[in-house]
């Protein structure tokens, strides 16, 4: 069965600190992987994508990573703002079909000064 | 505007009442989706427009859901007869292709609350 897992589900960190998000997923085939940022009463926006063979994706503050042959990826944050806080989701893409997005729960960040 | 939007952003109904659930893609955008999303869970798919073809409804959880497309352009999800497990967020997203690598661009989606 395809899914996505997403690890913590909540996260509180301070103002300046970094922090990382996980996602296992078991989606096979694989095509690409995004991280979307959530903003509380907003639509997901895309943060990073990566395919089968880039193993990382920066984008600015947010550093992804992501390990095809054990099926993990992660989003660093670094130096956090009060504005990044927020819902990341893992968003898995199979190569075909048009439900092909596989989307975990979630991880709620709250950034507090 | 620039990006994809809907309405109302709000609807409160009461159970057993129809709603409608406009989306406005992004013009040009060939692909479009509608997702419902659960107070604290990801999206989940509901169904696939390729301009005005539906081509996958396989997410719409019953017969009372029922979504259109009919130039193309803007879409129409419909609920009859709501029910309180109706309540949720409903998502819209467009896409320029068809191609799992397009990106797909997210309204800002429709809470509906079903008392």
């Known amino acids: 069965k395809n899914q996505v897992e997403q690890s913590p589900q909540s996260l509180i960190i301070l103002e300046g600190k970094n922090c990382t998000l996980q996602c296992n997923y078991t989606v096979s085939p694989f095509s690409n992987l995004r991280w979307y940022k959530q903003d509380t009463g907003r639509g997901p926006v895309s943060l990073t994508i990566m395919t089968f063979s880039e193993n990382t994706k920066s984008n600015g503050r947010y550093t992804a990573t992501l390990d095809a042959d054990t099926k993990q990826s992660s989003l660093h944050i670094t130096a956090s703002q009060l504005s990044d806080s927020a819902s990341y989701i893992c968003v898995v893409s199979a190569p075909t079909g048009a439900n092909n997005l596989f989307f975990g729960t979630g991880t709620r960040l709250t950034v507090i000064p | 505007g620039a990006g994809v939007s809907q309405s109302p952003r709000y609807k409160v109904a009461k159970r057993g009442q129809d709603v409608a659930l406009r989306c406005d893609p992004i013009?040009?955008?060939?692909?479009l989706f509608w997702y419902q999303q659960a107070l604290g869970q990801g999206p989940e798919f509901l169904t696939y427009?390729?301009?005005?073809?539906?081509?996958?409804k396989s997410g719409l959880p019953s017969d009372r859901f029922f979504a259109e497309r009919p130039e193309g352009s803007v879409s129409t999800l419909k609920i009859q007869r709501t029910q309180q497990e109706d309540s949720a967020v409903y998502l819209c997203?467009?896409?320029?292709?068809?191609?799992?690598?397009?990106?797909?661009?997210f309204g800002p989606g429709t809470r509906l609350t079903v008392l």
């Open positions: 427009f390729q301009n005005e073809a539906q081509l996958d």
């Open positions: 013009s040009g955008h060939v692909s």
């Open positions: 997203a467009s896409s320029f292709g068809t191609s799992d690598h397009n990106e797909q661009f």
